[in-house]
């Protein structure tokens, strides 16, 4: 079995770093990727493409966290918002509970 995810995108906020109950620190930050597709009528001209055409385009969000000392500290320190990078890890599903007491799903990738 595999489970692994490759991101390339833009950093939508600068990493913190948190500890929960004594536990190993890790950091975490968000990263946008964005996927750009052409949208088109049904009358294409010569070239094969349409007249009218529009790009359309999809923003993902994904909560990238870091758990590994060595790797969790340099994303800490160089890693600032806007900035573009490659992220490998695999993907993580959880269940948390929120501070009014709703149970929700959250999908995090461990870097």
Known sequence: AMNRVQL?????????????DGKNPV????LATNEMWR?????????GESAMSDISQKTTW???SVFRP???DVTYQYVKRG??????G???YGEYTDKNNVRRQATTIIA
């Open 70 to 72: 060595g790797l969790r």
């Open 39 to 47: 949208t088109s009528d049904s009358d294409a001209n010569q070239g």
């Open 83 to 88: 900035a573009r990078i490659y992220v490998e």
């Open 90 to 92: 695999k993907i993580d």
């Open 8 to 20: 390339l995108g833009r950093v939508g906020q600068d990493p913190i770093m948190r500890q929960v």
């Open 27 to 30: 950091t975490i930050f968000s």
């Open 62 to 64: 994904h909560r990238i």
